[in-house]
């Protein structure tokens, strides 16, 4: 297996060192490419040492002569790999520039991208990056989301890049297709809901969507036909899942009865509000000096529905518990007629709502449970289908 590492001018590029020894540790031959302002950081010398390959720097750079490196390294690449990618990089990715010879490379490529952004949090957070990594996403290209915590401009914030082992884990997700799923339907919902109160209001929770992106990704890496009935949450999805969006409860339920027809597996992760506004007021609320009673009536048990509708399917909940005990979950379970349910304890800090990681306790019908690790949304996701896939 070929990777081409391309390494952008971030203060993270020094760790793309330890990236492609891990790679090479993987069985890959890893040949590098460094931008001109990665050269500030690390040096050709490092990863040639390191790789024993040369690496290219100039887009006229030619290894061998004669041959047009940046296609013949896009030809033999298995896959392409852009880590740490700046924002600069990320964006002129997005919008097919070829000014270097790592974008020229990625323009002459047909092979699967995989980019781990490392920046400072506003960079990350400017709408130009944002905007990039949606379109980069929907073209296909996995993106490894960078961590949130300290960066070295000494902010704090989403921009650190993401693990080694996290960035490896889905190099090798991307280039090994697995069939485990393939032909089988897979019906996520996910994020949160919104329950009006008036035309311009609504009542909401904390849920980001990014659980129920990270399963449909390991849905479909795992070649299952995925859909997803998502609320508006933040979180982004790959190109192949198919995303049905909607805003309340009951939008989710109608749509997602409809979705889960002959599915094979269900999994609701979404964060359903349990009522809404019954006395909801069209056009907008005054304000006045009395006290505003909302009235809130339930809504419907999506899952519950869900697991009655398909008896044939393999459904599995969600439970955002504050407490680690998982009789609370067990309960829910067995009223609701699903194969498994996925508690999180959402006391505790990192995991849960808007969070990048997460650890479950997944309890099945016959009161068995296993216990994941603390670990990255996307790490999660791959240990829920994993024991899914054992169970089921
Ligand atoms: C000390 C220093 C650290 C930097 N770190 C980052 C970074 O982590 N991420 C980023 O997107 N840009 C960073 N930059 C800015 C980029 O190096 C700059 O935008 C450059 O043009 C990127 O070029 P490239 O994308 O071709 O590598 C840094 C700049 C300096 C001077």
Redesign the pocket.
Known sequence: MNAVLGV?????AYRAADLARELMRAGFTVRVCL????QEFVSVALFEALTGQPCLIDTFDEPERGRMAHIDWARAADVVVVA?A????LNRLAAGVGD?MLTTLCLASTRPLVLAP???PQ?YLHEATQASLALLEERGAVIVEPLEGDVACGESGQGKLASIPEIVAAVLETVSVSTVLKGKKVVITSGPTREPIDDVRYITNRSSGKMGSALARAALRLGADVTVVAGPQTARFPSGVSVLRVETAQEMHDLALTAAKGADYIVGAAAVADYHVANRTSGKLRRTAENLELVLSPNPDIIAALAAANPGATVIGFAAEPTSDLSVAQAKLKRKGLFAIAANDVSQAGQGFDTDTNKLDLVFADGRSVSSEMMSKNQCARWFWDQILKES
Do not use: V
């Open positions: 952008s001018g971030s203060i993270a931008t001109d302002a990665a740490p700046t924002a600069n990089t270097d490392a920046m400072n960079m």
